[in-house]
């Protein structure tokens, strides 16, 4: 069973940066993952951010709105994931998530049985 713990999250001003990270425990090797960066907002769907491929060739995909602002990475050898996430607006205020995915019909989803960490709140003030 898969372990994924977010952090990183707070308040912040619009326009201003924060660094989130996403440790994972697991069974089989963490490099063996696609990985991504979810987001869901208040009364709002659970929706794709940003992922990076498994592998490690560095390949990675963003969602239309953050491209440009957002970067993720990986640490392969210390099981972990990062967005940064700058030039921040109050739109962007939401639970992120990350978890292992699949892309699938045009997306990128959740390959984890749907199972979710506990997330880290961001909240980006007018």
């Known amino acids: 069973q898969m372990q994924l713990s977010e952090s990183g999250g707070g308040l912040v001003q619009a326009g201003g940066s924060l660094r989130l990270s996403c440790v994972v425990s697991a069974r089989s090797p963490f490099s063996w993952y696609n990985m991504a960066w979810f987001r869901q907002g208040s009364g709002q769907g659970r929706e794709f951010v940003a992922a990076s491929t498994r592998g490690g060739g560095g390949s990675t995909d963003y969602a239309e709105f953050v491209k440009g602002r957002f970067t993720v990475s990986r640490d392969d050898a210390k099981n972990m994931m990062y967005l940064q996430m700058n030039n921040l607006a109050p739109e962007d205020t939401a639970i992120y998530y990350c978890?292992?995915?699949?892309?699938?019909?045009?997306?990128?989803?959740?390959?984890?049985?749907?199972?979710w960490g506990p997330g880290t709140r961001v909240t980006v003030s007018s």
């Open positions: 978890a292992p995915a699949n892309y699938r019909a045009g997306t990128w989803i959740n390959s984890n049985d749907d199972v």
